[in-house]
């Protein structure tokens, strides 16, 4: 029963994990769509925004919002690693459960492992038979 949960565990872990790196591919292609869109726009204006400081501000400006998403990304990026080797550790424990509990089950399917039963007779002079006589 609790491989069972964990099993469904790890499925809802993957489907929501697979969900955040596909909203974490969006949001970067949004982003590079943007930015695209802002290059061209700022090459357009360059004719009435030819002052070289003004352009300097904005890419200064620039700069600084794509390190912050990229630190954003690396976040994310190091949180999603973290979940994918929790959910690696969780199915490893799983697998290990079920590997110990099949081997328990083959050992309580297989025929026991008789010993060897004394026979009466067979021994060194114990269980019943005849007792040689020496002797008138």
Known sequence: MAIEQKKEECSKLET?????????FTQMNNTKAHEVHEVQQQQVGMG????PEYVEREREQRVKVLEKEVSYYKEE??????????????????ETEKNDKD?????LESPPHLAPVPRPG?????GPG???RHGP
């Open 16 to 24: 929501q994990l697979q969900k955040q790196a596909e909203q974490l």
């Open 48 to 51: 009435s925004r030819g002052n």
């Open 77 to 94: 990026s190091g949180k999603a690693q973290a979940e994918v080797d929790r959910l690696l550790a969780i199915l490893r424990e799983v």
């Open 103 to 107: 081997k328990k089950i083959a050992e």
């Open 122 to 126: 067979f021994g060194l002079g114990s």
């Open 130 to 132: 005849p007792v040689p």
